[in-house]
């Protein structure tokens, strides 16, 4: 026999921010809390060729500038996987607006270098397509969840067809 669970009056809390969640809707407080990792997704259709974040220019440089800006604000990066044309991050925030500024700088930063803009002239439109998709993840299972898809997308990133690795189970 089950037991019998509280009911809760109270809504769930929003655990993820950005991306299409927020598109043409109000502004919210994006969900951070400093003692759990969390997820982000940085998405840009246009890095495709020459400001692929995969082009040999821009890899190390995009690797270095994450690590340095996070490094700067007090982020701790547990994964990071480069795609090509978005990136996925695994950080440990540390604080709120160390998190903001990291997620601001790393993003113009980015931008910046893979466009060849420069302050004050205008690119025409924006590199990145929506607000950086942000979701804190729950130690353990969910945790676990989250690393097997970092290798995945790390995997396609060093151009493995999903057919190759989904036949052999991944490590851990």
Not at 36 to 54: C, D, K, N
Not at 91 to 96: A, D, E, I, T, Y
Not at 145 to 171: C, H, I, M, Q, W
């Amino acid at each position: 026999m089950k037991r019998a669970r509280q009911l809760s009056f109270l809504p769930k809390p929003l655990l993820c921010h950005g991306g299409e969640l927020r598109k043409g809707k109000r502004k919210i407080a994006r969900p951070l809390d400093p003692k759990r990792p969390m997820h982000i997704v940085m998405r840009a259709t246009q890095a495709r060729g020459a400001w692929s974040l995969l082009n040999k220019r821009n890899k190390a440089r995009v690797f270095v500038t994450v690590h340095e800006t996070a490094e700067r604000f007090g982020v701790r990066i547990d994964r990071f996987a480069n795609v090509g044309h978005h990136l996925h991050i695994l950080v440990l925030p540390g604080s709120r607006t160390g998190f903001q500024n990291f997620l601001r700088s790393a993003a113009g930063s980015i931008a910046f270098f893979v466009t060849g803009a420069k302050k004050g002239q205008a690119l025409g439109s924006r590199f990145w397509d929506l607000l950086a998709f942000t979701r804190v993840i729950e130690w353990g299972r969910e945790f676990k969840t989250v690393g097997t898809y970092f290798a995945k997308n790390l995997l396609e990133s060093l151009d493995f067809s999903r057919a190759e690795y989904l036949l052999k189970p991944l490590p851990g």
